[in-house]
């Protein structure tokens, strides 16, 4: 209101928008809703009821939360706990159980892995770590493959280094361990202390033992100087570092280097990390890398049944199953289980759509379909299929579903475009079967329905581009071909082009990249004005690898308005631009792609 003057305007002028503001103003700085602390639990000597007030969590689930927030928890001298829920748990569970099923009953002490095995420090080096446990961003990837770790040790660092700060001690340590910089240490006797991470001070413990050995510290008094650092405490850190410098000098350092020593601590105050933390986090990473390494499709398969309904997740995954070597096949009534599960395709493992993964497909009629192949069998044929399943929920979208995300395929004898041309006469042979099956009185042929009676007239075929849009429809990705397949060959794409994927590892400075070009299908078009009221397109680019939202302003806009359609394939020069925390491309040029 002060600060805009349209705003300011408008409630002045217009009665409507006076209101509405008089209302907000009421509601301003209420608390608007009760949120849920991830892992926080409150401990108590006696029920919290004698000492809070309690409430249930929104949405009707069961938890039980404070009324009071965390911090006044804290205030009134209560005992609160993070308890850390790490999905990755569920991951590695999940791996190790497939690995135990289909693996002839082997099993995986997961908590005693060799911790020097080749093929997991393999992908570490090649930085292929999709699904790895805090090593999965591109920044952390590149430097992997810069780094070239060969020990846990390495792991350890590099969690404690990637994040704001620290960074920037990155470059230094991967110098050092590849001998391009020298490793010093200002003093003899901060070797030992040092030379794991190559005299790069990383740690809170290293720092903690430095003022330990060196001034002669008690650990208690090293936890003091570490809370004064963390905190930026003026008075306490000068009292610190007195105390410090004072206690080498004290111990036949000379005071210069003493000086010098005290220096490296306030930095610490903005990039110092446990240890002991990260040390618990490179023990997972190692442990999701072993198993991708060691059994890339079970955890492959793994990382996907924790994915829920996150489709560009699952898009993501598959592409990166795929380009591992891993094959992923479309759902199939005779293969597949409710989530994704591991099969056999051409005498190769490969990970198998779950049935519940397709749009419109409830959980009831997927159940029924996998407990009756269960009790009789796998269904023989199309017709085997209708007369077997006769539950409530078999009804012409649970149909046409299966047969859109390819679910039927395996029966080969019709095309999707022939079964969907005829669904309403499948549907009528399958009600009459269930009918025939619940009846009482035995019909001339026994109680099923003759397979004669399903008539299927001829349909044209639909084509490619048709089927894979029902797949993206359906499971949310082109999953048995992709409608950029034909451009890959193009010159254009070949000689210009980087692949989605690639294009997200780019390096940014000041939030953006190089110019570089990428192509890719348009997916969606969303149009929107921008605060000038100029249009502008938010577009979702796809090609085999990834998908990618592309910004188009009104300029560009202007000069290519016919390029911008759902369904063509195109080609873009521009930037890949970073803002609160997303990854977008910026277009400047265009070309549309033809054949």
């Known amino acids: ?129 999709t699904g790895v446990f805090q090593l999965e961003s591109p920044g952390m990837r590149r430097y992997l493959v810069e780094l070239r770790p060969t020990d846990l040790e390495d792991i350890i660092a590099m969690i404690a280094l990637y994040r704001p700060g620290p960074i920037e001690l990155i470059p230094s340590y991967v110098k050092r361990k590849h001998g391009k910089e020298k490793v010093t ?74 000086e010098k ?30 198993l991708k390494a ?17 489709t560009e997740r699952i898009h993501f995954l598959v592409s990166d199953a795929k380009r591992l070597g891993v094959p992923v096949m479309p759902p199939d009534v005779n293969e597949s289980f409710e989530e994704f599960a591991v099969g056999m395709y051409h005498e190769k493992p490969a990970i198998r759509f779950g049935l519940l993964k397709i749009k419109n497909l409830g959980a009831n009629i997927t159940r029924e379909i996998i407990e009756e192949r269960r009790r009789a069998g796998p269904y023989k044929d199309l017709i085997d299929f209708l007369s077997r399943i006769h539950h409530r929920d078999m009804n012409k979208k649970s149909l046409e579903s299966l047969v859109k995300a390819g679910a039927l395929d395996s029966f080969g004898h019709r095309r999707r475009s022939q079964l969907i041309g005829n669904l309403d006469e499948m549907l009528r042979f399958s009600q009459a079967s269930k009918k025939m099956a619940t009846s009482t009185q035995g019909g001339l042929f026994g109680n099923f329905v003759p397979a004669s009676s399903l008539q299927f007239k001829e349909m044209e075929d639909i084509g490619t581009r048709q089927i894979l849009d029902w797949e993206k429809e359906l499971l949310g990705l082109y999953l048995t071909d992709h409608p ?17 994927s690639k294009a997200r590892e780019e390096p940014l400075e000041r939030g953006r990249s190089r110019r570089i070009v990428i192509a890719g299908v348009i997916n969606a078009i969303q149009k929107i004005p921008t605060k000038n009221g100029d249009p502008m397109l938010f577009v979702s680019l796809e090609d085999q690898t990834d998908t990618i939202e592309a910004l188009v302003f009104s300029d560009l806009l202007a000069e290519s308005r016919e390029v911008w359609q759902e369904g063509k394939a195109i080609i873009t020069r521009g930037r890949m631009s970073a803002k609160n925390g997303e990854t977008k491309f910026v277009c400047e040029e265009v070309r549309e792609l033809t054949l």
């Open 261 to 290: 020593i005290w220096e490296l601590f306030p930095p610490f105050a903005r990039y110092g990390f446990n240890r002991s933390h990260a040390a618990c986090y490179a023990m997972i990473s190692y442990q999701t890398a072993y």
């Open 1 to 129: 209101l002060e600060e805009v003057p349209e705003f300011k305007k408008i409630t002045e002028e217009d009665l409507q928008a006076r209101q509405v503001l008089t209302e907000a103003r009421r509601l301003e700085g209420t608390i608007r809703h009760a949120s849920v602390h991830a892992c926080g639990i409150v401990i108590s000597a006696e029920p919290l009821t004698n000492i809070l007030p309690l409430q249930r969590a929104p949405g009707g689930e069961d938890t039980i939360l404070t009324q009071i927030e965390m911090h006044g928890v804290e205030d009134l001298g209560l005992l609160k706990m993070d308890f850390l829920g790490l999905k990755n748990l569920t991951i590695i569970e999940k791996t190790l159980r497939l690995v135990r099923d289909l693996q002839h009953e082997e099993k995986i002490d997961i908590d005693s892995l060799p911790l020097d095995n080749k093929k997991a420090f393999e992908l570490f080096r090649a930085g292929e770590t």
């Open 484 to 500: 950029f397949n034909p451009y890959r060959d193009h010159e254009k794409v070949k000689k210009l082009a980087l692949p989605i």
């Open 185 to 258: 240490y200002l003093h003899p006797l901060l070797e030992p202390i040092l030379r794991n991470t190559y005299g790069v001070g990383i740690y809170q413990e290293q720092m903690m033992r430095i003022a330990r050995d060196l001034a002669g510290f008690t650990l208690g008094e090293a936890d003091v100087l570490r809370k004064a650092i963390g905190k930026k405490i003026k008075d306490l850190l000068d009292e610190q570092r007195v105390k410090l410098v004072e206690g080498m000098v004290g111990r036949g350092i000379a005071r210069d280097t003493a």
């Open 294 to 310: 060691n059994y890339p499709v079970e955890f492959m398969a793994s990382l996907l049944n924790v994915s829920g309904s996150d």
